[in-house]
Nanobody, 120 residues
């Protein structure tokens, strides 16, 4: 089992920046890739960015590429999401995710969510 604790959400004006953090813990945490999803009001949860286990190549959704950056501190088992040039469309609850593939399919764990509100 993996426990995920997020921090760093808040209110910011359009054009501003925020950084989210997520610390993962658990006996098998190294087997999981860590990433971020977000859910805007009335919409489904959507992929934002992800790192691979042990800090391999990351990837991000096209809509945030160039503005959002994901980084991993493997020693701290912490990922960060640096969000720059925020727009009101970035208003959402951001969820940290831990994911690994098994023979039975994908295994996912979720953080509690961090509210990000971008005012115009």
């Amino acid at each position: 089992q993996v426990r995920l604790v997020e921090s760093g959400g808040g209110l910011v004006q359009a054009g501003g920046s925020l950084r989210l953090s997520c610390t993962a813990s658990g006996p098998t945490v190294d087997d999981y890739g860590l990433g971020w999803f977000r859910q805007s009001p009335g919409k489904e949860r959507a992929f934002v960015a992800r790192t691979r286990p042990n800090g391999g190549a990351s990837r991000s959704a096209d809509v945030v590429t160039g503005r959002y950056t994901i980084a991993l501190d493997n020693a701290k088992k912490t990922i960060y999401l640096q969000m720059n040039e925020l727009s009101p469309e970035g208003t959402a609850v951001y969820y940290c995710n831990a994911r690994r593939l098994t023979t039975s399919g994908a295994e996912n764990y979720w953080g509690q969510g961090a509210q990000v509100t971008v005012s115009s």
